[in-house]
């Protein structure tokens, strides 16, 4: 698989349902972060987790990074109808250009 | 709330001719990317700029590209001689170092008939 792969590939939840969406990535990282782009739309900057840090939380928003294992997993809970997009995670080469590598992405809905 | 505008937000062209996107980056910040995602594929990194030079390149950033910081303020991306396959959304980024949280633009969709 490529650096940054997403899965699953599609969601489907009920509002107030708990989201989890995965990434793998295959070099090493100086962090991982996560996007959410809806339909059309730019890319909007939901977190940053360094590779020195396993957990990492902002608002309904809880992301896991397993170096290890090179992965990664963001968990939104008690989702909302606002919550549907697509949701991308982005890692770096350790290059410090700042180049991003994104996955493919994971689509997100949130049934009402 | 500081944050990176493109403009346009739409641009059509014909194959062939030149195309210049331009983009606002966050006043503070040092580092310079431009990203295009074709239609439902995912988003692709074009070119890094920092120090008034790119810092790297992908390949897909050919001869047909360039970019520029022409002042303190616009970050531009030409594409000199448009082609079919050129059509797609390019988003024009920045961040503070080259480790840190890259913010994004709303995009300009090119579309070249």
């Known amino acids: 698989s490529q650096q940054g792969e997403e899965d699953p590939q599609a969601l489907s939840i009920q509002e107030g349902e708990n989201a989890t969406m995965n990434c793998s990535y295959k070099?090493?990282?100086?962090?991982l972060q996560w996007y959410r782009q809806n339909s059309g739309r730019g890319l909007v900057h939901l977190i940053l987790?360094?590779?020195?840090?396993r957990e990492k939380h902002s608002g309904r928003l809880r992301v896991t990074l397993d170096t290890s294992k090179k992965s990664s997993s963001l968990l939104i809970t008690a989702s909302r109808a606002a919550d549907t997009a697509s949701y991308f995670c982005a890692t770096d080469d350790s290059s410090n250009t700042g180049k991003l590598i994104f996955g493919q992405g994971t689509t997100l809905q949130v049934k009402p | 709330e500081p944050e990176v505008t493109q403009t346009p937000s739409h641009q059509v062209t014909q194959m062939g001719q030149e195309v210049i996107l331009r983009c606002v980056p966050i006043?503070?910040?040092?580092?310079f990317y431009w990203y295009r995602q074709i239609l439902g594929q995912k988003v692709e990194f074009l070119v890094s700029?920092?120090?008034?030079?790119?810092?790297?390149k992908s390949e897909i950033f050919d001869d047909q590209f360039s970019v520029e910081r022409p002042d303190g303020s616009n970050f531009t991306l030409k594409i000199r001689s448009t082609k079919l396959e050129d059509s797609a959304m390019y988003f024009c980024?920045?961040?503070?170092?080259?480790?840190?949280?890259?913010?994004f633009g709303q995009g300009t969709r090119l579309t070249v008939v």
């Open positions: 980024a920045s961040s503070a170092q080259g480790s840190t949280e890259a913010f």
């Open positions: 006043s503070n910040h040092l580092y």
């Open positions: 987790i360094r590779s020195n840090e």
């Open positions: 070099t090493s990282i100086n962090n």
């Open positions: 700029f920092y120090n008034n030079e790119i810092s790297e």
